[in-house]
């Protein structure tokens, strides 16, 4: 089967075939926006981290929640490889600090989810903030079409991340109810 590439115009999207160097590129991509950032992603919340005088560990947490908007705690627990009673001890310190509460879920009572405090958390987003201005210092090096195209791609690529992530924490939460 042909690979294609999508190429957005206005608000349809249209496919032309990929030359043979994308692969190496391709994987160039796969490995930045996999292994790369998420290293460099350690060092904004390293930062924040010392900002808020508290652990790393909670700071990522706090980082997964606010990427979800709420959490479950089974699933910040398989998220960060803890425990459950370490997820419990590490939300207990958060809430305590202010940068998160215990909510239920609207979809199942049952559930607690987890949230962020928007207003405790301005920390986290200082140190993104100052990702931006790097962002947008190399933005400007490309035209508007360019950074369009980046964008589009990113942000389908963050939708689909989303979802196998969300999907993969189902499935593993129905794999240990069943245990």
């Known amino acids: 089967m042909l690979e294609m590439e999508m190429i957005e115009k206005s608000s349809a999207r249209m496919y032309r075939p990929l030359s043979a160097t994308t692969p190496a590129a391709i994987e160039d991509i796969a490995t930045v926006l996999g292994r790369q950032m998420s290293v460099y992603t350690i060092k904004y919340q390293a930062a924040a981290a010392a900002r808020l005088g508290i652990p790393l560990g909670d700071v990522k947490a706090l980082d997964l929640v606010m990427a ?16 459950a009673g370490g997820a419990t001890a590490l939300i207990n310190r958060l809430e305590q600090a202010g940068l998160v509460i215990r909510d239920r879920n609207p979809l199942d009572r049952r559930v607690i989810v987890i949230r962020a405090v928007a207003e405790k958390c301005d920390v986290l987003l ?9 962002i947008g210092a190399l933005a400007r090096r490309y035209g508007a079409g360019d950074v369009e195209t980046v964008h589009g791609f990113i942000m389908d690529l963050a939708r689909v991340m989303r979802r196998d992530t969300l999907a993969w924490l189902d499935a593993n939460a129905a794999l240990v109810m069943d245990d």
């Open 126 to 134: 200082q140190e993104r903030r100052l990702v931006s201005e790097e």
């Open 68 to 83: 979800f908007d709420a959490l479950a705690t089974g699933h910040l627990a398989q998220l960060l490889g803890i425990s």
